[in-house]
């Protein structure tokens, strides 16, 4: 009979604190909300678990969206390019890339985008899109692999969730509460396809890029003769054309670089690399 008497007890005091746990936390919710935010109290409860708080995203969480603005690129916005080849050797010289990078810790994807346009994006959580029209203008693998590394040295500068958090605030979608997953989906998107970036961000992009390209055993003229090639061009590929001073880039890494360590590294070989890109991209 004590047995039971104390199961019951239990049991009524876990209802007890179950319902104390739940309006402390609808009372929080509530305040914070009314006080930033205009949501009716049961669409909030309904959309929780589809809010998320960008000033401490995790790196899982920044995963998570990447794929679902990846998705939307792919199923909208973008074209993959159709040749296994193709992929497979973007993605072995992003993961050797990767494994030199400031941030190895999370799962990369590269993917070929059939597009004629000099281009190449990255998106939060380790995607990183490479145009056809990019491969086809490098004259070596180690100007590739430049831009692959530049793309890279955003990712793990965590760029794209600074302008992120950024552009969710200047359309007033963000609150103390966070964001919709939706809306970040949304904004992510507009970011990878006109994505204006700061100086402060090419430059920390470049700087960890170049260093990326290095400890990866790539020759560091890459990234120098690929630029100044874009920059002769005679209107600037897209590549460029949302980008701070492409001279003052350059003058900022050719003053980064160790000169004898110019010509040093893989990837300087012209021929090997024009009959790869003559096989991947027929």
Known sequence: ??????????????????????????SILLSSTIATWAIPLPELIFRGVQIIQLSNL???QEVALGEQINEELLSKQVRLFRNPEAQNYINQIGQRLVQASDRPNIPYT?????????????????????????????SNEAELAS??????????GRHAIKQMRQAAVAAGVASAVGVDRNKLVQIGVELALNRPKSREAEYEADRMGLETLIRAGYSP????????????????????????????????????????????????????????????LS
């Open 58 to 60: 995790s790196a899982r």
């Open 147 to 156: 831009v692959i590394s530049h793309e890279i040295g955003h990712i793990a």
């Open 221 to 280: 003229r890459g990234a120098i003769d690929f630029m100044a090639k874009l920059l002769k061009s005679g209107s600037p590929p897209t590549i460029i054309s949302t980008h701070p001073a492409t001279r003052d880039r350059i003058s900022a890494m050719q003053q980064l670089l160790d000169p004898s360590l110019f010509n040093s590294g893989d990837g300087l070989d012209n021929n090997f690399y024009r009959a790869t890109v003559e096989r991947i």
């Open 1 to 26: 009979m004590l047995k039971r008497f104390t199961m019951t007890q239990s049991f009524r005091h876990r209802w007890v604190y179950l319902i104390i746990s739940i309006t402390v936390t609808l």
């Open 110 to 138: 590269f993917q070929v985008i059939d597009d004629r346009n000099i281009n190449a994006f990255a998106t939060m959580g380790g995607f990183v899109y490479v145009h056809t029209g990019l491969i086809a203008a490098a």
